[in-house]
């Protein structure tokens, strides 16, 4: 079955450093990624996604993610992180039945020190 | 406004009432999906749809019951609410290339 995994519940990082959240995902052909945020109260803003093509991906906000099949992994990135980026940070993966169900990691809190 | 909007964003009931939260989204999007959120569970499909009077079960659709009657609309109704269902829903449609979130609505029950 297919299945997304966020590793860390909770990421703590100071402004102005870089910033790594990972993401591995399960599934048998080319999956369809998504990472999306959640700002407290608010509702999911897509940051970025996946279909094909380069393996590096850009976003919003400065975010970009990449996808290494070998690893099964899609791990966003940001060089530099703001004060405004603490928020909770999700992975998904379409589920590949062409019912567009997304299969979603259980996310990542990030916290961001002055 | 083009978008998915929710209603009412804030909800407090007694357990045992019937809810209807409300969905609609003004891009003809054919496929349209109710989550909830919970501490320590993330999102949860709930019910999804894949076009007016097609809906189908999610991961955990018990004691909730949908309707598309029209594309833009997507109703969800909690028919004897339980405090158990107490969490944030999230209804969202599909493009075909993403999924637009609606801004949520929290829901109470007590």
């Known amino acids: 079955a297919q299945s997304v995994t966020q590793p860390d519940i909770h990421i703590t990082v100071s402004e102005g450093a870089s910033l790594e959240l990972r993401c591995n995902y399960s599934?048998?052909?080319?999956?369809?990624l998504f990472w999306y945020v959640q700002s407290p109260g608010q509702g999911l803003q897509l940051l970025l996604k996946?279909?094909?093509?380069?393996?590096l991906v850009q976003g919003i906000k400065g975010f970009e993610a990449e996808f290494k099949r070998s690893q099964s992994s899609f791990n966003l990135r940001k060089p530099s992180v703001h004060w405004s980026d603490a928020a909770e940070y999700f992975c998904?993966?379409?589920?590949?039945?062409?019912?567009?169900?997304?299969?979603f990691g259980s996310g990542t809190r990030l916290l961001v020190r002055p | 406004d083009a978008g998915i909007t929710q209603s009412p964003r804030y909800k407090i009931t007694e357990t045992g009432r019937q809810v209807t939260l409300m969905c609609h989204q003004t891009?003809?999007?054919?496929?349209m999906f109710w989550y909830r959120q919970d501490l320590g569970h993330g999102l949860r499909l709930i019910y999804y749809?894949?076009?007016?009077?097609?809906?189908d079960k999610g991961e955990v659709p018990d004691g909730y019951v949908v309707s598309r009657s029209k594309t833009e609309n997507f109703p969800l109704t909690l028919e004897s609410a339980t405090r158990s269902q107490t969490s944030v829903y999230f209804c969202?449609?599909?493009?075909?290339?993403?999924?637009?979130f609606g801004p949520g609505t929290r829901l109470t029950v007590l």
């Open positions: 998904a993966v379409y589920l590949m039945d062409s019912s567009y169900k997304l299969i």
């Open positions: 599934y048998g052909a080319t999956p369809y």
């Open positions: 996946y279909f094909s093509g380069d393996t």
């Open positions: 891009w003809s999007h054919s496929y």
């Open positions: 749809s894949a076009a007016a009077d097609i809906t």
């Open positions: 969202a449609s599909d493009s075909g290339r993403e999924q637009f």
